[in-house]
């Protein structure tokens, strides 16, 4: 695997087991995952694992798929589909050399897609095509000639 899936993996991989073990009750849990529990608390945000992503990485994966880069106070990215605007847009700011966690969240539903998906769609896993059909199944774009 690439550098990019192999760190997709383990991400999932870990936030699986996040999850699992931050839904149990401690009770239920061994001595291992009680302490790895304890102290993921204590060092991340409550539920939330920080993985940012570099903003340059994020605007040029989003060209890839069709959106046009125009620059002002913000960095603006819209899609175009069949020559046309839509209303799939999303923005990044000058001032972010990487995007937090939760901004890639907004971002995510911004252009109509789920936290993974949208991560599929910057690293080239998931195909302009494949966006394109998740955008027409939502409405969000119209396969108008």
Not at 100 to 117: C, H
């Amino acid at each position: 695997p690439t550098r990019t899936e192999a760190i997709a993996d383990l991400n999932s991989a870990f936030d699986d087991l996040w999850r699992e073990i931050i839904e149990e009750a401690d009770e239920s849990l061994d001595s291992a995952a009680i302490e790895i529990k304890r102290i993921l608390l204590n060092h991340l945000k409550i539920g939330a694992i920080e993985m940012a992503r570099d903003a340059r990485d994020v605007v040029a994966g989003l060209v890839r798929k069709g959106f046009v880069k125009t620059e002002g106070d913000h960095i603006f990215l819209r899609l175009r589909y069949k020559g046309k605007k839509t209303i799939v847009s999303t923005k990044v700011s000058w001032s972010h050399k990487d995007i937090s966690d939760n901004l890639i969240s907004v971002m995510s539903s911004r252009v109509g897609l789920n936290r993974r998906e949208f991560e599929n769609l910057i690293d080239c896993d998931l195909s302009y095509e494949d966006y394109i059909s998740i955008l027409l199944i939502q409405g969000l774009i119209a396969n108008d000639p």
